[in-house]
């Protein structure tokens, strides 16, 4: 990347506003704030909403028709086939993203393990892994289909390469089913409920899996139990089917005759059905799957540290910033409330936003405290875990005009009489001398155009940022702006 920078000076008229009037988590917490935003929000930072994918437990939109099992289900068999690397002996592999690297392998055969990897493959960051995008995945997934919400963590560290081999196929034997499980710390009886808790979605494709099911169509599937869809379909019926006989689970009745591949049939009587029988029922089977799901997710190196449970935050600050819009210096802020579904926001609620001067007669709120009513309204996406958990997301946009002679120290909210002040402290702005001005910045109209000289590359991108910096206090309220070109 080349950089060149032009600079000149820009003064911004005088203006200025005035309104007289909790080992917790605090604000701001960059990676922790980004993954609560995707996992509640189901946002990547470009407001992709690829949580949405899943939603409603549908099947896979493509141009060529639906394709046959549901984008949950695809997403729940590939986090398990992540996880399966693991190596509980050495502390090795996990969930880790290395399928992605894996793919190739006859283990991991199937339309289902390419399509999730292409919903996954441009959504991380600096803050959030593949691999922890590969766990929400799993956990959107279940709650898509109507299952329990599965407790979520983060911090896992993407692989560089292939893990070992490990994936269970169906062809093997029961003993080789139990020495994988047992190397990916799984006990017997955890294999057999967490096969029953995957396998209680989508089910076997004719395409990838002719041995078992021989029709070779792209809609052709046999599920393992016969809820799916919009119909709850993360629930027990695998295992009532099962023990009255009525299964259609293609790895318990084969479709093509060969029980060679009948595993699900060898793992789920291993234990004369004890197992099974413990999980036929709404309560257990939700409770054992929320277990063994997460044990699945936050099954990784030895080396990773994962963070505690990400809770939604029912208030939550994000965007803050000082910035020049209009030659006008203004602070901006959106906060995210949390409702439960089916009230309205605008009617119960009164929120306002209080902040102090970082400087000038009236600094830290000496005599003065700002305030600013009526936000602009907005609904920010949500998750299916945040459908799931009955819960309404609404932002409120505030923007206010400042002079940078008083400029911004800190701010809180008042919502229908409770203050939210991030544990006691205000939300802080932690510096106002260099401001990023995103309303004059620009990206040639160049972007995205294929190169005429490579058609397979496109031209290279360039951005004209701009920064303001602030002059005070030798010439107060003044702000020079820095435009950076990149490429
Ligand atoms: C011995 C162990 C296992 C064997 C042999 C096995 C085998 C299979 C096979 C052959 C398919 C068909 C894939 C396709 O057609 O795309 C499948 C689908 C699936 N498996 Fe497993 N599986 C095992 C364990 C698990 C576990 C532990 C989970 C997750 C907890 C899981 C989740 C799924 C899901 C959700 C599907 C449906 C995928 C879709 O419809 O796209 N499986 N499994």
Redesign the pocket.
């Known amino acids: 990347m080349s950089i060149t920078a032009s600079f000149w000076i820009f003064f911004i008229p005088l203006s200025i506003v005035i309104s007289f009037v909790s080992a917790e988590y605090t604000w701001p917490s960059a990676q922790h704030d980004a993954l609560e935003q995707f996992l509640y929000e189901g946002t990547h930072v470009t407001g992709d909403n690829v949580a949405g994918l899943a939603r409603f437990c549908l099947p896979r939109f493509l141009p060529g028709g639906d394709q046959p ?1 549901s984008v949950a ?2 997403w ?2 590939l986090a ?1 086939h992540d996880m399966a690397t693991h190596n509980a002996t050495d502390g090795t592999g996990g969930l880790d993203g290395s399928i992605f690297y894996e793919l190739d392998r006859p283990e991991n055969v ?3 393990n390419v399509n999730t990897v292409g919903d996954f493959k441009d959504h991380s960051s600096k803050l959030v892994s593949r691999s922890d995008i590969i766990a929400m995945g799993a956990v959107w997934a279940v709650a898509a289909c109507g299952g329990p919400p599965i407790p979520f963590r983060y911090g896992r560290k993407d692989a560089l390469k292939a893990g070992r081999s490990g994936v ?3 062809q093997q034997n029961l003993a080789s ?1 139990i020495e994988s499980f047992r190397l990916q710390g799984f006990t017997q009886k955890e294999m057999i409920g ?2 029953a ?3 209680t ?5 004719g395409v ?2 002719q041995d078992i099911v021989p029709d070779p169509s792209i809609s052709s599937i046999a599920t393992f139990d016969t809820t799916s869809g919009l119909d709850s379909a993360f629930d027990h019926l695998i295992v009532t089917q099962y023990l009255n006989s009525s299964t259609q689970n293609p ?1 318990i009745r084969v479709p093509s005759g060969n029980s060679t591949f009948a ?1 699900d049939l060898r ?1 789920f009587s291993s234990d004369q059905n004890a197992t099974m029988k413990g999980l036929n029922s709404e309560t257990s089977f939700s409770q054992t799957c929320t277990t063994l ?1 997460a044990k ?1 997710i936050d099954t990784v190196p030895s080396n990773v540290h994962l963070s505690d449970v990400v809770t939604l935050l029912p208030v939550k600050v994000s965007n803050a910033q000082i910035t020049a819009i209009d030659s006008q210096l203004v602070f901006m802020t959106d906060l995210r409330v949390a409702f439960p579904a089916g009230i309205s926001p605008t009617a119960a609620s009164k929120v306002q936003m209080f902040w102090c001067d970082s400087r000038g007669v009236f600094k830290n709120c000496n005599r003065v405290t700002n305030v600013a009513s009526l936000p602009f309204l907005d609904e920010p996406s949500t998750s299916p875990l945040t459908d799931s958990l009955n819960i309404q997301l609404v932002l409120y946009r505030f923007k206010v005009q400042i002079s940078a002679s008083r400029s911004v120290s800190k701010f809180w909210f008042e919502i229908d009489g409770a203050i939210h002040n991030n544990g006691g402290n205000g939300y802080p702005i932690g510096q106002d001398e260099i401001i990023f001005v995103p309303s004059l910045g620009s990206v040639d109209p160049k972007f995205l155009q294929p190169d005429p000289a490579n058609p397979s590359e496109f031209l290279p991108r360039n951005y004209n940022l701009v920064f303001g910096v602030s002059v005070t206090p030798l010439i107060t309220n003044e702000f020079i702006l820095i435009v950076i070109y990149c490429r």
């Open positions: 099992s289900a695809e729940v068999r398990y199937g339309a289902g269970p196929e169906p089913h967490l096969v808790c995957g396998h979605l989508g089910g076997v494709r990838d899996f790895l595993s793992i799901l699945m």
